[in-house]
């Protein structure tokens, strides 16, 4: 599911600041990245079901790898984990109302921090 006019994929923001408000919030990069994109997973457990809310971003100057860039945000998608075979972020997919409200408030609350030191 992609979650579309947030606001927060108008923004660009310095990475490691980025990085500590992200954190801050649960969303994690850790080893997903490469020189020119970041990924920040949430992983929310529901029963005996599990979804990743993921916010993700490129850079659009520096180099993710060497901590210096300017990293243009994307849509945010939330997905829904099967075993063995991984995430699923189709259209197709059935999340709680519950779930969906949950991370539009946490996005919401992302982009305020963000807003403060967007570039």
């Not at 997973?41 to 990743?52: F, L």
């Not at 971003?57 to 901590?67: C, L, N, P, T």
């Amino acid at each position: 599911m992609k979650f579309e006019n947030t606001g927060i994929e108008n923004l660009k923001a310095d990475l490691n600041r980025l990085d500590e408000i992200m954190l801050e919030h649960g969303l994690v990069r850790e080893g997903q990245w490469d020189y020119e994109r970041v990924t920040y997973d949430k992983k929310i457990q529901i029963k005996d079901s599990i979804y990743y809310l993921r916010l993700r971003g490129y850079a659009v100057e520096g180099d993710v790898g060497a901590h210096r860039a300017v990293i243009q945000l994307l849509p945010p998608l939330l997905g829904k984990h099967y075993y063995p075979h991984g995430v699923e972020y189709g259209e197709g997919e059935d999340f709680p109302a519950s779930l969906v409200t949950q991370c539009k408030n946490l996005i919401d609350q992302v982009k305020e921090e963000i807003e403060i030191f967007a570039l």
